[in-house]
């Protein structure tokens, strides 16, 4: 029996609003150490652009992730001002 290789994964477009959340979100790499985390907030504050989510005020709190170094009230607010920034 063998495996099969997973599937290859199709790279964004670097101006795609997809993109610039995921890097969004790696700027906080040291406030969300937890890779797995980064992608969950990612997709969910996607979502959220794309006006089907939540704000970043309760999908940190949802989403459960783990958070060091600044309360979540700040992560938050941090959050919201470069979302500003972002073209849509």
């Not at 989510?53 to 309760?58: R, T």
């Amino acid at each position: 029996m063998s495996t099969s290789p997973p599937p290859k994964v199709k790279k964004a477009a670097d101006n795609s609003l997809e993109k610039q959340v995921y890097d969004l979100v790696e700027l906080f790499k040291d406030n969300i150490p937890v890779s797995n985390d980064r992608y969950r907030f990612s997709y969910n504050l996607f979502k959220y652009m794309t006006g089907e989510g939540d704000p970043p005020e309760i999908l940190i709190k949802s989403t459960k992730i783990e958070i060091e170094g600044i309360e979540k009230g700040e992560l938050a607010a941090k959050i919201n001002e470069e979302l500003g920034k972002i073209k849509k």
